[in-house]
């Protein structure tokens, strides 16, 4: 299994932004899809945005338009550019990755925190 490290957390104000990175162990934009998904406290982990194949991209409707998912292939990383941040943005936020076809596949990342705060 692929083994995932997320990384750019931290503390900002609202309106601000952030780019967190996930560092993949291994290739994964021709065989993978990746996703981002954030849990914050007392809720249930959500889907927060997806790529596939390197170039398909989906996003959640509460990150629709100011959250932007993208990979380099080179250097086995996905990343999410988060801008306005908003308050209900604060969570831990983890990357996912899926092999296409190979069900049970699924691999996580530790988390890496994002508060949103004034």
């Known amino acids: 299994q692929v083994h995932l490290v997320e990384s750019g957390g931290g503390l900002v104000q609202p309106g601000g932004s952030l780019r967190l990175s996930c560092a993949a162990s291994?290739?994964?934009?021709?065989?993978?899809?990746m996703d981002w998904y954030r849990q914050a406290p007392g809720k249930q982990r959500e889907f927060v945005a997806r790529?596939?194949?390197?170039?398909?991209?989906y996003y959640s409707d509460s990150v629709k338009g100011r959250f932007t998912i993208s990979g380099d292939n080179a250097k086995n990383t996905v990343y999410l550019q988060m801008n306005s941040l908003k308050p209900e943005d604060t969570a831990v936020y983890y990357c996912?990755?899926?092999?296409?076809?190979?069900?049970?596949?699924?691999?996580w990342g530790q988390g890496t925190q994002v508060t949103v705060s004034s």
């Open positions: 996912h990755s899926l092999r296409i076809g190979v069900p049970g596949s699924g691999s």
């Open positions: 790529i596939t194949l390197g170039t398909d991209t």
């Open positions: 291994g290739s994964i934009f021709s065989n993978y899809i």
